[in-house]
């Protein structure tokens, strides 16, 4: 259910107080807020005194019911994160319960391009750790001309039908702006349902699911498996 509440803000340009809406959580089945958090509008809203547009980010709840996956954003700078979270996140009996019975999975994001990004792999019904062992790695020369340009993250993005079908990542506007109209980079579809079903043969349900909120990175995946040989040891063989 999308959780609306009111909240007091100030203007970046007047200095101004405000009170505007704020979304505590975010169900699927609304389709333009969800069009609305991917694209950033949600956090947008001009002062009532002076019309300047500003952006509050503040911590979302994304529920997707049908694909049975909850992203939970909050700022991993934001001051008293860890006490904000006991506040927000449910139970760790309800989650076990939620994962167990019905298959649900958890995540817990710390920047806007890794939620944006969940929230894109839950519409589509992917496996989010199958994602991270597709996405493109263009890591920066120790030395040469190239040293000193930018690293940039590609994020996942959509499916491209094809032929052939393909996931397709690029930049996030988020954090690299007007760079993911510019570069991208696409994976086999076939890549992605060898990874997922190679996951699903190897780790554990309860770390695909997530028995509480978890943070699923490349980090996350080289738990279980060798970041060189790719060969599953789970982190019971470390």
């Not at 259910?1 to 200095?15: L, P, Q």
């Not at 704020?22 to 956090?43: C, D, H, K, M, T």
């Not at 309800?94 to 999975?105: D, I, P, V």
């Not at 780790?203 to 490349?218: Q, S, Y």
Request: with cysteine; aromatic share 10%; glycine share 4%.
């Amino acid at each position: 259910m999308t959780d609306i509440r009111n909240a007091d803000v100030t203007c970046v340009k007047c200095g101004m107080s405000n009170n505007i809406k704020i979304f505590a959580s975010i169900n699927s089945n609304n389709p333009e807020l969800r069009v609305n958090l991917i694209s950033g509008q949600i956090w947008a809203w001009n002062c009532k005194i002076c019309k300047e547009n500003n952006n509050t980010i503040y911590p979302i709840l994304y529920h997707d019911m049908s694909n049975r996956f909850m992203v939970q954003y909050i700022d991993e700078k934001m001051p008293g994160r860890d006490l904000a979270l006991t506040r927000m996140l449910p139970s760790s009996e309800q989650l076990k319960s939620m994962a167990t019975m019905k298959g649900y999975r958890f995540r817990l994001c710390g920047t806007l391009p890794d939620f944006v990004e969940k929230v894109l792999i839950a519409t589509t019904g992917l496996d989010d750790i199958a994602i991270e062992a597709c996405r493109p790695d263009f890591p920066r020369p120790k030395d040469g001309p190239d040293s000193k340009r930018l690293d940039i993250e590609f994020k996942f993005t959509e499916i491209a039908e094809g032929p052939p079908k393909a996931i397709v990542f690029r930049p996030s506007p988020f954090a690299y702006q007007g760079l993911e109209r510019a570069l991208s980079s696409s994976v086999p579809f076939d890549v992605y349902l060898m990874a997922a079903s190679r996951i699903k043969a190897c780790m554990p349900a309860a770390a695909i699911l997530g028995e509480e909120f978890i943070t699923v990175d490349k980090s996350y995946l080289w738990k279980w498996f060798d970041k060189d040989t790719a060969q599953y040891i789970g982190p019971e063989q470390r």
